[in-house]
C-alpha cells in the first residue's frame, strides 16, 4: 500500500523545493537527526532541550514531525507539496534517504533553512482548482508533515494521470466542509471566552455583548442577590421595566437545576432571568426553563450566535480578545446547479 505524505515548507523557500527537487523542514538546530535513536522519546528529550521555552503540548507534536519525517518516511512514499506562490499541488515520490545540511546551521539564515532534506522526483504540477475542495481542505492541515488518508485515492489518481471526477467530490462535500469551518470557529471562541479572560472579566464581556444588542447592562457585586452578576435595562436609569437579571458562568460544564433556581429565586414581580453558562444545561434545568415564561437559559452555542451577529458592534478591546475576521465560505449547491438545468 503507497503512504501519501502532505508537506507545508516555509514562504522563504519560495519554488526552490519544486525547481531543485527536494523536500525540507526546519529546527536546523536539532542537528543531524540520524545521530538520534530511532524512538519518539529520544526526538521529544532531544527538542525539549533545544527549545525549553516552548509550552510542554508543541513538544511531542514538533517532535513528531522531526522523527516521521527521518523514520516513517521512506524512498518510494509519494508526497504531496502545496505550493503557495504559484498555486499547484505538487506530487512526486522520495527518491533519497534522509540528509543532514550543517551549513544551514553554521549560517543560520532563513534562506538556507534547509538542515533536514530529502530528495524528491516531481512528476505532477496540478492547479489547485482540479482538485476536490475536500482534497485541498486536507492537505491545508495545520502540520508541517502528515500522512494523506482520506483523499489518498485522488491524489494518486491525479499521479497516474486518471480522471479523478473532483466536481461531484465538491458537490458532496461543500456543505460539510462549511460545517467543519463553522465547527472550528465556534470552538475557537469558547476557548478564548473560557482561558482568555477571568471569569470576571468574562462577566463584563457578557455585559458588553448585552450593549451591543440594544440593553444598558452593569456588573454587580451584590452579596446576596442569587448570583446575579449583571443587571440590563432599555431605559437609561434601570427604572423602567423589564429589567433582566443575569447569572453568568465561565464553565463548560452542565449546570443543573438547583444553581438555576437559585437564580430564579431573585427575581421578581415583572422582572426577567437570564443565565449565560459556555456549557449546557441539564435536562432537569431545561424542563424547569419551560415552566418559567420570564426565565431563560443560554448555552455556549447561543452564546457563541449571539457574538457573531454583534460582533461588529463590539469595542476593539473585546475584538482584541476574540479576534475573528469576516470570509465568505462554500455551501452546498441548489439541486439546480448540482443536476446542471440551471
Not at 28 to 53: C, I, N, Q, V, Y
Amino acid at each position: 500500500m503507497t503512504t501519501l505524505w502532505g508537506i507545508h515548507m516555509g514562504a522563504h523557500h519560495g519554488m526552490r523545493p519544486v525547481e531543485e527537487g527536494f523536500v525540507a523542514i526546519g529546527w536546523p538546530d536539532m542537528g543531524d537527526l540520524s545521530k538520534l535513536a530511532a524512538t519518539r522519546e529520544a526526538f521529544k528529550a532531544r527538542f525539549a532541550d533545544m527549545h525549553p521555552h516552548d509550552k510542554p503540548g508543541a513538544v511531542p507534536v514538533k517532535a513528531g514531525v522531526l522523527y516521521r519525517f527521518m523514520c516513517e518516511m521512506q524512498v518510494g512514499d509519494v508526497v504531496v507539496f502545496p505550493s503557495k506562490p504559484d498555486r499547484r499541488v505538487n506530487i512526486g515520490r522520495i527518491t533519497g534517504d534522509y540528509q543532514f545540511d550543517p551549513e544551514s546551521l553554521e549560517t543560520g539564515q532563513r534562506d538556507l533553512e534547509c538542515a533536514h532534506m530529502r530528495t524528491v522526483a516531481w512528476e505532477i504540477h496540478r492547479p489547485r482548482a482540479d482538485f476536490s475542495q475536500s482534497a485541498l481542505h486536507e492537505i491545508g492541515s495545520a502540520l508541517t508533515l502528515f500522512q494523506v488518508n482520506n483523499n489518498a485515492e485522488e491524489f494518486l489518481a491525479a499521479l497516474a494521470g486518471e480522471d479523478f471526477s473532483p466536481e461531484q467530490v465538491d458537490e458532496d462535500t461543500a456543505g460539510s466542509v462549511s460545517e467543519q469551518i463553522d465547527e472550528s470557529t465556534e470552538d475557537f471562541v469558547l476557548k478564548r471566552l473560557k482561558r482568555g479572560m477571568t471569569a470576571e472579566r468574562f462577566e463584563h464581556f457578557v455585559a458588553a455583548l448585552l450593549e451591543c444588542m440594544g440593553y444598558r447592562a452593569r456588573v454587580t457585586q451584590l452579596s446576596g442577590d442569587g448570583g446575579v452578576d449583571v443587571i440590563a435595562h432599555r431605559d437609561e436609569l434601570g427604572l423602567e421595566p423589564p429589567i433582566i437579571k443575569v447569572q453568568v458562568k465561565q464553565t463548560q460544564d452542565t449546570v443543573g437545576r438547583p444553581v438555576v433556581q437559585q437564580l430564579f429565586g431573585a427575581v421578581e414581580g415583572d422582572e426577567k432571568g437570564l443565565f449565560v453558562t459556555l456549557g449546557g444545561y441539564s435536562a432537569e434545568a431545561r424542563s424547569f426553563e419551560r415552566t418559567k415564561p420570564n426565565l431563560r437559559l443560554l448555552d455556549g452555542g447561543e452564546l457563541v450566535e449571539l457574538v457573531f451577529r454583534h460582533y461588529e458592534k463590539l469595542s476593539p478591546k473585546w475584538k482584541s480578545l476574540v479576534p475573528l475576521q469576516r470570509r465568505f465560505l462554500p455551501g452546498a449547491l441548489s439541486a439546480e446547479i448540482a443536476d446542471g438545468s440551471l
